[in-house]
């Protein structure tokens, strides 16, 4: 019955318990009295299917009969209608009533089309991402042992997430710089700082799947791989400038997406099936991600390689490479990051204006953080110095960041982690953040006697897996700080290499009669 679709309940057949069959009968034969037409009323309860049909059974003990044979007991029962006239009239009037209004829920149920939209939303989620096909389900039979078949199964991972890679960046291309450049979205010169050099990384992709295809042979496994991947690792040196790129990207693209027009943009590319729920930056930032998995798949291809195999000796050399070659890309990009917010610091104060910020060449962490106030801050741990802002606007609409109080150079900071629970400054985190009823959290407090006076700050972060990254990095940060300070210390005092500033440093520790002498000399 199209009424159980609709998820409505036929309570109303149970208005009266017990006697339900005399009241429905009774009903359905009054109704014949006045009027030949409540056979329709008949057939509903005699046309359901399933829980309905066996409810009506339950009830109408009679079913199997016809219906005018229903209606003849009630006739008999007309002498005790004295008795039954208190709660009759009100009872048939309820029934009458509720099998009216399941008639119209029959007729209005019909048309609503509910399963239409759940395909369609299911259709625009798009939840697989691409055919996840391994090596084995490429070959249809072969000899190889279980460690040769997981070595053909990473290489061919290797070939298809280049493969996959330059899908990606050619849809980018396809699919968002050049309608945004065509609708006049954003301007060339803005696409040019957001996307960076991303187009000149697609042909060197497609560089090494032509190489690697073609070392399949005739079964589809590939032999040796190492000699391939050396020959092209030194391309990857490319990345350094699109790496570099994407801090100023990355800060670009969220002031954009401010405007109305890229924000609709973005929004209809993001919900369309091709972009499978991922954003630009999603997109943008593949390359990277791409870089980073490259020593972890030569890892994978080395464990698997057997010992009298070609690739045992150009492996280890290819890893080393492609390690270096991140390594210098990641230190390029620390200073690119470093350097970009250095130029966003606007300073309220000459004297925060401390040498260790301008000195710093990388930054180990940064984010928002609370302090006892409740105010937020976004927090800068530079390479030597902690500094402390809070975000804001220029003229431009660009994001900068004032600095707020006096920066700690590391090597001075003193770190202490607050439990969860401890009020921190004099109970000021309870108040701000808990209304002094809750426990405080996530706390831990930074001070430092630096030159002038003494600073302390006490910082809470969104999370104890949050608070626990800026602990490591503070500890890390101060550790280094302090080592660079006693070696830096150690060496002014140290005699020099030249031969010829010897008797200088000798001097500097000698009377002035004693560099008298040796003057005359």
Known sequence: MEVEETGEKRTSWSGVPGE????????AGKKRKQDPAPEPVIRISEDEEGEDECEMTSDLKESEEPSNKRVKPVAKSNSLTGVLNPVKTPALKRIGQ?????ISFRTEARPLPTAPLRSRTKASSFPRRRNSQCWSDT????DLTAKEIKRQEVIYELTQ?????????SLVKKVYYEPMLKLDIMTESELGQIFGTLDSLIPLHQDLLTRLERLRGSEKTVG???????????????YVTYCCNQVGAKALLDQKKHEKRVE?????????????????????????????KYPLLLKEIQKCTPPDHPDEDTLPDALELIQSIVAEVNKKTGEAECQFYRRGLSYLEDCQRVPEIQQSRFLYCHGELKNNKGQRLHVFLFELVLVLTRPGEDKDGGQVFNVYRQPLPNALINLEEIPDGEAAGGGTFRGAFTGGNDKVKNCFRVSSRGRAKAHSYSLQAND?????????CLRQAIVQSRDRTAHTSQSQFSPHHDPALYHIAELSLSSDTEMADHTSR
């Open 20 to 27: 339900g069959h005399s009241v429905l009968c009774d009903h």
């Open 98 to 102: 509720s099998i009216s209004r399941s």
């Open 139 to 142: 070959v249809e039979s072969h």
């Open 161 to 169: 997430g280049e493969r996959q890679l330059i899908e990606d960046l």
């Open 224 to 238: 040796e791989v190492g000699p391939t991947l050396m020959n092209w690792f030194p391309c990857l040196e490319a």
């Open 264 to 292: 609709h943009f973005l929004r209809l590319c993001q919900e369309s099936s091709f972009s499978r729920k991922l954003d630009l930056w999603n997109f943008l930032d593949l390359p990277r991600s791409r870089l980073v």
């Open 464 to 472: 104890s897996f949050s608070k626990q990254q800026w602990i490591t």
